[in-house]
C-alpha cells in the first residue's frame, strides 16, 4: 500500500526557514517523480515544485522560486522540501504527492499524503 507522511511542519516568523519531509513506503519510491503541492486557507490546490525520480532535475512554481528547494533521499525514500525567507502567503497546508511516472504523468499525481501545516506568522 502506497504512503506518504509529511512532517516538519510548523509556527515560524517570517525571513525563517522550515524543512518539510515525507517519508515514503509501498512502492519503489526511487521510480517516480514527486511533487509538492499547497493550499492556503480558502484558497485550491497550487502546485510548488516537481522532482524527477534520480532527483536530477526540479521546477518550481513562480511564488516560491529562489526560495524553496526540493530535495530527495531514494535510499531512505524520503522527499524533502526546504522553505527559506518564508512570508506570510507560504501559509498553508503541504502535500507531497507520488507521480505516476518517473518525469511527467497526466494526471500529475495518483497518491498524495496527508498535509502538514506550515504557518507563517510574527
Known amino acids: 500500500e502506497v504512503q506518504l507522511v509529511e512532517s516538519g511542519g510548523g509556527l515560524v516568523r517570517p525571513g525563517g526557514s522550515l524543512r518539510l519531509s515525507c517519508a515514503a513506503s509501498g512502492f519503489t519510491f526511487g521510480s517516480y517523480a514527486m511533487n509538492w503541492v499547497r493550499q492556503a486557507p480558502g484558497k485550491g490546490l497550487e502546485w510548488v515544485s516537481t522532482?524527477?525520480?534520480?532527483?536530477?532535475?526540479?521546477t518550481y512554481a513562480d511564488a516560491v522560486k529562489g526560495r524553496f528547494t526540493v530535495s530527495r533521499d531514494n535510499v531512505g525514500n524520503t522527499l524533502y522540501l526546504q522553505m527559506n525567507n518564508l512570508k506570510p502567503e507560504d501559509t498553508a497546508v503541504y502535500y507531497c504527492?507520488?507521480?505516476?511516472?518517473?518525469?511527467?504523468?497526466?494526471?500529475?499525481?495518483?497518491?498524495w499524503g496527508r498535509g502538514a501545516q506550515v504557518t507563517v506568522s510574527s
Open positions: 504527492a507520488k507521480s505516476r511516472s518517473a518525469v511527467v504523468s497526466t494526471p500529475p499525481s495518483d497518491y
Open positions: 522532482i524527477v525520480s534520480g532527483g536530477g532535475s526540479t
